[in-house]
């Protein structure tokens, strides 16, 4: 089951995240090939909540960032599909995270009812 998407900043690829723990690419443009999954990352859990865990893109498309069942906001570089960053400070689960559209800043929101900013 997918908890989460969104279209990259070009509008080529969609990012979904799913109750599976993984984040795929998926290719948007006319003709891509048959299996349009580009890319798979891992790394984020989930646990007994089954909160619905978004994900987004960094504005210039290279990075990804994903809320996680472990009090984690998870950032993933998008080429080599290596987690970047793992940032704490959240007391629950991490239901969104979004990137500053011109700042190197991370928003993020919890199940804990707060919202952190994080520096990357």
Not at 59 to 66: F, H, I, L, N
Not at 70 to 98: A, F, Q
């Amino acid at each position: 089951m997918i908890t989460g998407m969104q279209l990259s900043p070009d509008g080529s690829y969609l990012l979904t995240n799913g109750m599976n723990c993984k984040l795929c690419i998926w290719d948007m443009r006319p003709y891509a090939p048959q299996n349009r999954c580009v890319k798979v990352t891992e790394g984020h859990q989930r646990n007994f909540e089954k909160n619905l865990l978004r994900c987004s893109w960094s504005p210039d498309g290279s990075k990804v960032t994903a809320g996680s069942s472990d009090r984690m906001v998870y950032i993933w570089d998008t080429t080599s599909r290596r987690i970047l960053y793992k940032l704490p400070g959240h007391t629950g689960s991490i239901n969104e995270c979004v990137f500053h559209p011109s700042e190197p800043i991370v928003g993020s929101c919890s199940s804990d009812k707060q919202i952190y900013l994080g520096e990357i």
